[in-house]
C-alpha cells in the first residue's frame, strides 16, 4: 500500500511578508474589502505551512495583482525620469566641451564662426525627443 504525502514546507517570515504584500495590493485595488483584510492579514502571521498561506490568496488574481501595482508603476516612472536627467547631464555636458573648443579656436586662430550651432541643436533635438514622451507617458502625481 502506497500512500503519497506530499511534504509541507513551512513558512518563514519572508513568505508571510509577501502573503501580507499581496494581500495589502488586493486591497488597495479593491479586491478585499477592510474586515476581509484585516482577517486574512491575522491568519497570514499565524500561519506554519506556505499552503496556509497559499489558501489566502488563492482566489485573488495574481497576475492582475502585480500588472497594476502601484510600487511598480512608480518605480518605473522614477526610472523614466532618472534616464531624461542622465540624458540631459551628458548633453549639457556636450554642450560646454564643445562652447570650450570653439572659444579655444576662436582666441587662438581668430575665427569667429559660430559651428556649436550645429551639435547643440542636434542633440538638443534628441534630449526633446526623449524627454517629452517620458513627460507625457507619465505625468506628474498630484496628490
Do not use: N
Not at 506530499?6 to 509577501?18: F, H, S
Not at 491575522?42 to 506554519?48: G, K, R
Amino acid at each position: 500500500m502506497s500512500t503519497d504525502v506530499t511534504p509541507t514546507l513551512r513558512a518563514g517570515d519572508r513568505d508571510r511578508e509577501a502573503a501580507a504584500a499581496l494581500l495589502g495590493q488586493a486591497l488597495a485595488q479593491g479586491y478585499l474589502d477592510l474586515a476581509e483584510y484585516e482577517k486574512r492579514v491575522a491568519t497570514v502571521f499565524d500561519a506554519y505551512t506556505t499552503p496556509d498561506l497559499r489558501r489566502l490568496t488563492a482566489d485573488l488574481p495574481l497576475a492582475e495583482l502585480r500588472r497594476h501595482d502601484p510600487r511598480r508603476a512608480a518605480a518605473r516612472r522614477a526610472a523614466a525620469r532618472r534616464s531624461v536627467h542622465i540624458h540631459l547631464a551628458g548633453y549639457l555636458t556636450m554642450v560646454v566641451v564643445v562652447l570650450t573648443v570653439w572659444l579655444a579656436v576662436g582666441l587662438s586662430a581668430d575665427a569667429w564662426y559660430f559651428w556649436p550651432i550645429w551639435p547643440i541643436l542636434g542633440a538638443g533635438i534628441g534630449v526633446l525627443a526623449h524627454a517629452l514622451p517620458i513627460r507625457y507617458a507619465f505625468p506628474p502625481c498630484r496628490t
